[in-house]
Structures are given as structure tokens and as C-alpha cells.
């Protein structure tokens, strides 16, 4: 078996927009008391158009994650939502973030089930031997139902952002009515799917079970998915944070159906759908937790079965109020909150220099900078937010990024240097408190 990986390929540089140049003399002015957190924020808001972007001859963008040559749909969307509310009135970053929306919209037709694609049809892949019905367009087939919500969520975030239309052609209606497709599969997984993934690497979050076909499902109205937003494969199969963030897509959809391709049939199609989804999670996706009483459970399998956790990534069970499932007030939300920031959650640590929530995907005692930004971006109050931001400031190794996981007691010890998205979220955050008067 062979995995195929190459090393940093930096992308060619992007002059900013001038909107994202004029954030950063903002934050000069704002964060002038705070040397370190300007910096920090200097460095971050602005590198994924500075190291991973590039803009392609035929209208599109092209977005790595980093320090893989290849484009995550989740990844890519959350590298540049912190640029939306600034594309109303620059065209270079409508051009940004329009090309990265048709991108997406050609690679949800190229396959559904692909979390991560090439830049061209290279047929590179992470692993070169992925027992699935693989395209040379794409770098890994990992099925995460969050993926195709991340496309939705781009294109309806620009959409209310510049009330432009330009990318709602036909081609991203044939890419909405292939994730309806998919979704109404994926209902009925073992009846009707015909998805399948093994990686033989030894590692078993790589694969999924029973042959790849996956831990039998009860019929719930979710939708099945293979793997969760950190690329570790699901232990029951039906993912709440996930199915939550399908709701609100099907949302965001009926409204495209509605007010811009005029489709009423469509338009009844989402909204059943989300109906069932809906009372899915409704239905099975709420635990009786004998501390915290009813939290949202992270994994069900529609059987009685539950994963009780929360993991680093989003959409996670931090991220449902971020995601726009409920408010960050929602009492079974807040209920969930404390359980993830608690011992119970068998993924948060607390250390010498950090606590919060790591993942699977990273050793044990490993906190995830991610975690910490979206805890302090769903937070209700001001001095958690804050709090957030200064453990993310102290906690940088003195590289001036964010990175993956670091050791809770020595951040010194660290994944990922160049993980942008992380970049990204850390920014949004600073952002947010900047404009909040809080800093």
C-alpha cells in the first residue's frame, strides 16, 4: 500500500482585495494595545488568500487546505467564510468566492461521496489503493454528509451577503437536486446505497466496517454518513452535528428553489425532506444524561446506541448555534455545551497551559486550537469569549499561526503548522470580539 503525499506546495501569492487590506489597518488601529494578538491576527486573517488560493482560467478557485495539495469542500468553505461580510461591494473577492462556489458545485457532479479533490485529473489520491469507486479527479472519498452542507452553506452565505445570482445556473441546480439525490439514498443505506470504503492501512478510524458497507442502521429519516468532519470514520453512523447542519442546508436550499429558480416542485422535495430529517434528530438524537439531563448525542445508530462526545471539528456538537440549527441559548444546546467541556466528554483535556476538546484523530491530551476558537465564537458571554482568545494567544509556540492539536501541557508540541482553516476560524473570532468592543 502506498499513501501518496506531497510536501508543501505554496501557492502563487494573491494581491489582498482592498476590503481585506482595509481589515488589517482596522485591526492595527484596535489591537495596537495588544502587539501579540495584532500579529497574530495579521498573520492569520489574511493566509488563505495569501498561501492557498488560486484563481483558475476558467472562472473558478482553487483552495488546498494547507499542507495537502488538494481541496477539502468542508475545508475550503470555512478557509474563506470570515471573507463574506466584506464582498458586497469588491469584485475581486466576489471573483474569489464565486469561482470557489462554481468549483464546488463541478466537483459535488464529479462525485457526491468525495470529501477532498485535485486540482486537475491528475489522479493523485491520499492513498492510492482506497478499496471504492474512485475518479482521478479525486484526493480522497471519504463520505462526511457535513461536506455537501459546507457548498450550501458558501453559496447561500455570498448569496444574502451581495444578493448576487451569478452562480445559481443550471449547473448549480443539477449539483442541488444531486445531494437531494444523495441524501434520500443515504436515508435507506443498506437498502439502497451503493457507496463502499476500506483503506487496509491498520488504522481503523481509516475504514469503515462490515466490509465497507458500514455498523447495520436503523430507518431514523437522517441521513447515513461514513465519516465524521475529522476524516475518522463514524462509529454509529448516523451523526447529529451533521444531520443538524442538513437541516439547515435543506434550509438554505428551499430558498434557492423558492426566490431564484422559481421551483415549486423542487421546493415541496426540500421541504419534506427537511421534515424528516428533522424529526430524526428530534426523535433520536437527544439523550437523557443523568448530570446534564437531555444533550444532543454526537452518534446514534437509530437502535439505542449512542456515541456520547465532541470532537474538535465542525460541525460538532459546539458548533450547532454556529452552524444555525438553534441559538446558542437553546437549553438542550447549553446542556450539550457543558457535557462537551467536561470530563464526561472522553475527548476534552485540561492541561498546564490549555484546556478544551481534541479529537480521535489526534493523540490523547491533544487540544485542538479549532475547539477553542468555536467555543469562544458560540460563547454567550463576553468573558469566555475573551478567555478563549488569550489561551489561543498563548498558546501559538511562539510560530504566529494556529495550528491542529497541540499538547495541553506543552504547545510546543504540535500537528499541522500550515492548517489554514484553523487560521481562519482563530481571525473570525478576533474579528468578531473587535467589532464587539470587547478587546
Not at 155 to 160: D, I, L
Not at 282 to 295: A, D, S
Not at 398 to 410: I, L, N, R
Not at 423 to 437: D, P, R, T, W
Amino acid at each position: 500500500m502506498e499513501q501518496f503525499r506531497l510536501p508543501k506546495i505554496p501557492m502563487p501569492k494573491l494581491e489582498l482585495p482592498q476590503s481585506i487590506q482595509g481589515v488589517l489597518k482596522e485591526a492595527e488601529e484596535k489591537l495596537a494595545h495588544r502587539p501579540k494578538l495584532l500579529q497574530l491576527f495579521k498573520n492569520t486573517f489574511p493566509n488563505t488568500l495569501e498561501t492557498t488560493t488560486k484563481l483558475m482560467d476558467d472562472g473558478t478557485t482553487f483552495v488546498i487546505t494547507g499542507d495537502i495539495p488538494a481541496m477539502w469542500l468542508r475545508d475550503s468553505v470555512e478557509q474563506v467564510i470570515h471573507y463574506i461580510p466584506f464582498a458586497k461591494h469588491d469584485t475581486d473577492l466576489q471573483r474569489i468566492l464565486s469561482g470557489l462556489i462554481k468549483r464546488h458545485m463541478q466537483y459535488i457532479m464529479i462525485d457526491p461521496y468525495a470529501n477532498a479533490f485535485n486540482e486537475s485529473a491528475n489522479d493523485w489520491h491520499w492513498n492510492t489503493d482506497d478499496e471504492t469507486d474512485m475518479s482521478p479527479w479525486v484526493w480522497e472519498r471519504k463520505f462526511e454528509i457535513d461536506s455537501l452542507c459546507f457548498s450550501i452553506r458558501l453559496a447561500y452565505a455570498y448569496w444574502k451577503e451581495t444578493g448576487l445570482t451569478d452562480v445559481f445556473d443550471a449547473g448549480f441546480k443539477q449539483a442541488m437536486i444531486k445531494i437531494i439525490e444523495l441524501f434520500k439514498v443515504e436515508q435507506r443505506h443498506a437498502e439502497q446505497s451503493p457507496y463502499r470504503f476500506m483503506r487496509n492501512n491498520g488504522i481503523p478510524e481509516d475504514s469503515i466496517r462490515n466490509d465497507g458497507l458500514g455498523m447495520p442502521v436503523n430507518y431514523t429519516g437522517m441521513v447515513w454518513s461514513g465519516f465524521r468532519s475529522s476524516d475518522d470514520a463514524c462509529d454509529f453512523h448516523y451523526n447529529i452535528p451533521g444531520n443538524m447542519f442538513a437541516v439547515v442546508a435543506l434550509r438554505h436550499m428551499q430558498e434557492f428553489a423558492e426566490w431564484i429558480f422559481r421551483d415549486m416542485t423542487l421546493l415541496g422535495d426540500l421541504k419534506k425532506l427537511e421534515a424528516e430529517i428533522d424529526h430524526g434528530i428530534k426523535l433520536y438524537g437527544i439523550y437523557r444524561h443523568p448530570e446534564f439531563g437531555p444533550i444532543y448525542a454526537y452518534e446514534t445508530d437509530g437502535f439505542g446506541n449512542y456515541a456520547l462526545l465532541d470532537d474538535a471539528g465542525t460541525p460538532g456538537l459546539m458548533s450547532i448555534p454556529y452552524l444555525g440549527y438553534v441559538t446558542a441559548d437553546d437549553p438542550i444546546y447549553q446542556n450539550t455545551r457543558r457535557f462537551a467541556l467536561s470530563k464526561e466528554n472522553p475527548f476534552y483535556f485540561e492541561g498546564k497551559a490549555a484546556k478544551g476538546i481534541g479529537s480521535p484523530h489526534t493523540p490523547p491530551e491533544y487540544v485542538w486550537h479549532m475547539a477553542l476558537s468555536m467555543q469562544g465564537i458560540t460563547a454567550v458571554n463576553k468573558d469566555e469569549r475573551l478567555a478563549m482568545i488569550d489561551m489561543l494567544e498563548s498558546t501559538d509556540a511562539g510560530t504566529g499561526y494556529m495550528h491542529e492539536g497541540f499538547h495541553s501541557d506543552d504547545p510546543s508540541i504540535f500537528t499541522r503548522s500550515w492548517f489554514a482553516w484553523s487560521n481562519s476560524l482563530f481571525s473570525q473570532l478576533v474579528y468578531k470580539a473587535m467589532k464587539e468592543g470587547i478587546l
